[in-house]
């Protein structure tokens, strides 16, 4: 049966591209480095990419003084041009990703597929690389608020002017990522296309670990938090953990937002407490908070001049 890219594999965690002829390669200029470098493929509307946000969240603070983490977009959505896999138009797409919600334990609102539809990733994508050129801080706080925006608030990020209120968000400067999205980010998109290809990328999450040598140890699909840091002590056996301040306060202060899943996993604690624990933040009035029909989003508000509210309370 073909691959349909939004037809994510719950089992094997992968959302896989149709028709890759890809073949397995790697950088072979890549220079040494006494840390890791992590080339992440990824894209705006992977909802297996939102499920590993605990881990990759981890990650960054167990190791972020190791790795560095360069974010490609792998253009999972072109347009509609084909039938396969059960799907075939934007609505199938809402009860799969109702689905992916409750097995990846991340809040994720399918009805966005029957309310207003993307017909492509490629805009977010571009966005994502405009967004790159204003500095990596604020990429991340970029592509953060749109997967927010799409899988939470049921909002097309396909649509300019989502695109825009995101930039706004996060503080870009809006002229300059408007010059860039309709400039420099369209080849940087596709060189990132590129790179996929050379890479052998077929579908996403995928992340390769390189080590001084520039040999990739390739984490793909859905997996525990473990299987990540197995792949960056075995590209860098020296690596140090550093140890994660658990208490809300600070891991609010470092993400401004954060599921319950991605509190558990950060703060260690059972995560069937972690919804009472925080809504009781809630009552305290410390926190805010988005809920779904599929789960909630915790949100400790740092206002940026200017800025209009990323989520409907």
Partial sequence: MPINPLLCDIESGMCELPDSTATSGKESDTPARESVSVIYYTDPICSTCWGIEPQLRKLELEYGHHIKVDYRMG????????????????????SHWDEVSRYYDMPIDGDVWLEDPLDSSY??????????????????????????????????????????????????????????YQGRAQALFRQDLALARQLGVRGFPTLFFMDQQGKPEKVYGYKPYPVFEHALRKQLPTVTKAAINTSWQHLFTHYPTLTSREFAELAGTD?????????????????????????????????LPGQEAVAAR
């Fill in 75 to 94: 253009g999972l959505l072109p347009d509609w041009s084909y039938n396969s896999g059960g799907i075939s138009k934007p609505s199938d797409v809402a």
């Fill in 123 to 180: 805009p977010a994508s571009i966005a994502f690389k405009a967004a790159q050129l204003q500095g990596d801080t604020n990429a991340l706080s970029f592509l953060r608020v749109l997967r927010e925006m799409v899988f939470l608030q049921k909002k097309n990020i396909a649509n300019w002017e989502n695109l825009v209120l995101a930039a706004r968000n996060v503080g870009l400067d809006v002229d300059q990522f408007t010059t860039d």
């Fill in 271 to 303: 995560r069937k407490q972690a919804d009472a624990y925080l809504q009781q933040l809630t009552d305290d009035g410390q926190l805010s908070k988005l809920t779904t029909k599929n789960g909630i989003l915790w949100i400790r508000e740092q206002t």
